[in-house]
């Protein structure tokens, strides 16, 4: 059994690692809120190549706002957002907390694009905020 397991809503997705976490946050930036519903998503990043991936994982692709190109994976049977890549970072893939079978192991530990966040979106005062990523 994997550290971490998770995948989709439908389970036709599935990912586990035995990595630890590179870094764990809650993002508020207006795509991750327009993603999630909700006024932030939360994500861990790993190693990429520590990832295993199975079922097919649907990536498209946009203009982040720091220019890069961020892609983001669904499961294109349910449409679960599971993971997300940039090439800001080559070699991450970030997992949605949520898709974790066990999400309460990992506390996201700051928060990033706070300035976008939505007034109604209370987060944890006592995490790090940053007004873009932060560095790595």
Not at 2 to 18: M, Q, W
């Amino acid at each position: 059994m994997a550290k971490y397991e998770g995948g989709c809503a439908c389970r036709d997705v599935r990912f586990s690692t035995d990595a630890e976490p590179m870094m764990a946050g809650h993002c508020q930036c207006r795509h991750c809120q327009r993603l999630s519903g909700a006024g932030h998503a939360s994500f861990a990043a790993f190693p990429e190549a520590q990832v295993t991936m199975k079922g097919k994982v649907k990536f498209w692709d946009y203009k982040a706002d720091s220019g890069n190109t961020a892609s983001r994976g669904h499961c294109p049977n349910c449409g679960s957002m599971v993971a997300g890549k940039t090439t800001g970072m080559p070699g991450i893939l970030a997992l949605n907390l949520t898709s974790l079978d066990k999400p309460a192991r990992i506390a996201p530990q700051m928060i990033f694009f706070n300035g976008e966040g939505q007034p109604w979106d209370h987060m944890d005062a006592s995490l790090p905020k940053f007004p873009g990523m932060p560095p790595m």
